[in-house]
């Protein structure tokens, strides 16, 4: 286990065993209804902590709800109306919840809450658009990845029916009060390869109204030129999600992935897209993700994952396993945080090493993932000349895309 001091001192180090060994919430926390955003199950296999924001501006979203996270040395206290994390006791560190906004209470014209459109993970909102996945619904047996609660999710606390005009309004309600610079869209596998055609109109009438960053995931779509017109629309980021480099491990936890796809259509639309760098609208950023989960497979596969992801020029996600409540892996462990700590400094240390962009958007803080640049505490090396060029980047672009954001902010009201 982490020393005390370690985890007071390191927020990422925190991060990281929050992620592996979840938190109870004690009940000097239950007078506080309705200042967090309560908890929620959206997304394929992470959100259904709590938000809460670490020292050093470090957002995450902590499991509270699995079983492992009830027999937790992490319990969350509240104090003279201040939140405080303990471990076995002595206390870690001073955290806030993430702040609710006004319109997670509020209802879209149609009569749908609007937090069953879309969600805010950290600061930027999060849309899953479609109708469930295919997987989970491949007969005789499902073939959904087996880490996966998209299928629990739907209906449930996210609506299976997203309109344009639903995803635009709780869209324009985040931006003027959660001021997101971010709208990301999330789908599953539908037969007929239809995720792409059912995103372009959201995706559209988003850049249109607000010009903000717009990111995709979805699995690979076989006719790679679709990437090109994507970059046309001034989609800013693609992220393919292959979660697991190990062949034998990824045919094992992701079937229909693996009978669908198979993993060399993720590396390939990786490799591809991240050499449209040069295309689209000026001014538009672009950047693409290949998505892991570390935790389902050994370290040492993980930093293999990392090494080749960014070796293409894209910039790898690494997510850590949560096994969610009714999921086919709700029993398997959650992992352990210590052998995770050298995937994450190499996630930093080769995006660094690649001269990837990485934290240069303005105002994206991630609550489900660590982020390569919050692992710079892990690792033991320094950039010193690529930090200031990533700086001065982050510089220039946040200026320019706030300037942009305010102008279209402008042309609303
Ligand atoms: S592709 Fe896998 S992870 Fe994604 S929604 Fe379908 S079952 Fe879930």
């Known amino acids: 286990m982490f020393s005390l001091e370690d985890i007071r001192r390191t927020p ?224 800013n980021r693609v992220s393919f999600c292959f979660e697991i480099y190990d062949r034998e491990r990824f045919r094992e936890v992701c079937p229909g992935k693996h009978a669908q796809y198979g993993m060399d259509r993720y590396l390939d639309a990786i490799r591809y897209c991240a050499g449209l760098a040069g295309e689209g609208p000026a001014g538009e950023p672009w950047v693409v993700n290949g998505e892991i989960i570390a935790g389902l497979e050994s370290p040492e596969s993980s930093i293999r994952a990392i090494n080749w992801v960014t070796s293409v020029g894209a910039i790898p996600t690494v997510c850590v396993f949560r096994p969610l409540a009714g999921t086919d892996f709700a029993k398997e462990p959650p992992p352990d945080p210590e052998p995770l700590v050298p995937v994450f400094a190499r996630l930093y240390d080769a995006c660094m090493e690649a001269g990837l962009p990485i934290g240069c958007a303005p105002n994206i803080h991630v609550s489900l993932v660590m982020l390569p640049e919050e692992c710079k505490a892990l690792s033991g090396k320094r950039y010193v000349w690529k930090e200031l060029k990533l700086a001065a980047l982050k510089r220039g672009l946040g200026w320019y895309l706030n300037r942009r954001f305010a102008k279209a902010d402008a042309a609303v009201t």
């Open 12 to 235: 990422a180090l925190l991060k990281l065993d929050l992620y592996c060994r979840g938190m109870r919430i004690l009940s000097s926390c239950d007078d506080a209804d309705g200042v967090g955003r309560g908890v929620l199950r959206t997304r394929a296999g992470l959100g259904s902590g709590l938000e809460i924001v670490l020292p050093d501006g470090m957002w995450t979203n902590v499991p509270v709800t699995e079983t492992f996270a009830r027999s937790s040395p992490y319990a969350l206290h509240r104090r003279d109306g201040r939140y405080v994390i303990t471990r076995d006791g002595a206390e870690v560190a001073p955290v806030e919840l993430s702040p609710r906004p006004g319109w997670y209470d509020r209802t879209t014209k149609s009569g749908k809450k609007m937090t069953r459109i879309g969600t805010l993970q950290g600061t930027y909102l999060a849309i899953y658009p479609a109708k469930v996945c295919d997987y989970w619904v491949t007969k005789p047996d499902k073939v959904n990845c087996r880490f996966c609660s998209v299928g629990l999710n739907l209906g449930v606390d996210d609506d299976t029916v997203k309109s344009v005009e639903e995803v635009l309004e709780v869209v324009h309600a985040a931006r003027a009060e959660s001021k997101i610079t971010y709208v990301d869209f999330n789908t599953g596998h539908y037969d007929g390869d239809t995720y792409l055609d059912l995103l372009e109109p959201y995706i559209t009438r988003i850049k249109k109204e607000t010009g903000l960053l717009i990111g995709v995931q979805t699995p690979p779509h076989p006719d790679l030129g679709r990437y090109h017109r994507l970059r046309a629309m001034g989609v």
